[in-house]
Nanobody, 117 residues
């Protein structure tokens, strides 16, 4: 059975850093595309990053240069390192898995990130 579990969210001040984790079970992250999405109240869900099975990473313009996605195959976990956080980064962050960065079959339950100004 496939599971994705996010962790690492919390309340931080603007300018701080957080590292989110997406621990997978039931499949091997190395062979899938794993994306991070976020959704703030009243806003559409936004894909902020994706790392595909080749290890190529993609970022939205809103986080490029501040966020970094990486994969630890031994731990079957994908990370999102978030630096220089801004209040507008506050959202529930979800990880998702699929065969490509265009379509996702599996979703986690989300982790809340709050950034105070």
């Amino acid at each position: 059975q496939v599971h994705l579990v996010e962790s690492g969210g919390g309340l931080v001040q603007a300018g701080s850093s957080l590292r989110l984790s997406c621990a997978a079970s039931g499949f091997t992250v190395e062979y899938y595309a794993i994306a991070w999405f976020r959704q703030a109240p009243g806003k559409e869900r936004e894909r902020v990053s994706c790392i595909n099975s080749s290890g190529n990473t993609y970022y939205s313009d809103s986080v490029k240069g501040r966020f970094t996605s990486s994969r630890d195959n031994a731990k079957n976990t994908v990370y999102l390192q978030m630096n220089s956080l801004k209040p507008e980064d506050a959202a529930v962050y979800y990880c998702a898995a699929g065969e490509s960065c265009s379509y996702f079959d599996y979703w986690g339950q989300g982790t809340q990130v709050t950034v105070s100004s």
